[in-house]
């Protein structure tokens, strides 16, 4: 008899809606590609070299602090939201695989998948 092969494993539907929420579509894309799967720390003082800073503004940066506070947060990878978003976008599949580094097979799985009801 052949083994049943395991599920695959998604974040959970809602992992994405805070960032979103807090910043934006096209910013929350960012987020996930450059630092999805890390941890970052949000300052209530910002410093002028901030990574976070350099690659999405001021303005996303404020509204992750306002969402979550000062402290570490926790970045999802998203991977299933973002690839909906890039491919929403006009991106291939091949480059939306390169970029979540993943396999088109998994981007056509997350494509194939309708999110949850009243979820992202």
């Known amino acids: 008899m052949p083994r049943a092969l395991p599920k695959r494993r998604t974040s959970k539907p809602d992992a994405a809606e805070r960032f979103v929420r807090a910043i934006?579509?096209?910013?929350?894309?960012?987020?996930?590609?450059?630092?999805g799967g890390s941890t970052i720390y949000l300052s209530a003082r910002?410093?002028?070299?901030s990574q976070l800073v350099a690659e999405l503004g001021e303005e996303a940066r404020n509204g992750l602090l306002r969402e979550?506070?000062?402290?570490?947060?926790?970045?999802?990878?998203?991977?299933?939201?973002?690839?909906?978003?890039?491919?929403?976008?006009?991106l291939?599949?091949?480059a939306i695989a390169r970029a979540l580094r993943i396999t088109r097979e998994s981007?056509?799985?997350?494509?194939?998948?309708a999110p949850a009801e009243g979820h992202l």
Do not use: C, D, M
Request: glycine share 14%.
């Open 24 to 35: 934006g579509e096209g910013a929350a894309v960012k987020l996930f590609l450059g630092f």
């Open 46 to 49: 910002p410093y002028a070299n």
């Open 68 to 90: 979550f506070g000062a402290g570490t947060v926790n970045i999802p990878l998203a991977n299933a939201w973002t690839a909906r978003q890039l491919n929403k976008s006009g």
């Open 92 to 94: 291939p599949r091949a």
């Open 107 to 113: 981007v056509r799985g997350f494509l194939n998948e």
